[in-house]
Structure formats: C-alpha cells, structure tokens
C-alpha cells in the first residue's frame, strides 16, 4: 500500500496528466495504462475520472499475487 503522500502527488499528476499518474502507481505497460490513454485521447475528462479512478480505488498488489502463483 502507498503511502498517504505518494498518493496525493499522483491524484495531482493525474489532474494534469492522466496517463502519467497511471503509469506512476500500475506501470507503463499495464492495461490500465492502455485505458486510461485511449480514455485521454476520445476526451479529457473520461481519462482524469479513470486514472483518478486507477489510482485511489483498484489495487494492484490485490491481482498480482494471482500472476506470481502461474510463473
């Protein structure tokens, strides 16, 4: 889990730049990241609610566990 911090600087980052705040806290080759940057570029505003969305909501520590088991 992030700290209080680190999540506060990336809901800022993602105001300006939706997709930049995604890639900081799932990585840049992550679904998400591909969402949010199609979300961007139809509107502004969908790609600020889904990286907002990405970032205080859905955990990625909760779905990786599932893929470390497989490897």
Known sequence: MASTCAIICEV???ILLP???V???HGCCSVEFFICVVLTILG???GII???YA?????PDK???DYHQLA
């Open 12 to 14: 800022l980052i993602a």
């Open 19 to 21: 997709p930049l705040g």
């Open 23 to 25: 890639c900081l806290r």
């Open 44 to 46: 502004y505003v969908p």
């Open 50 to 52: 889904y990286a907002l």
């Open 55 to 59: 970032i205080v909501f859905f955990d």
């Open 63 to 65: 779905y990786r566990s």
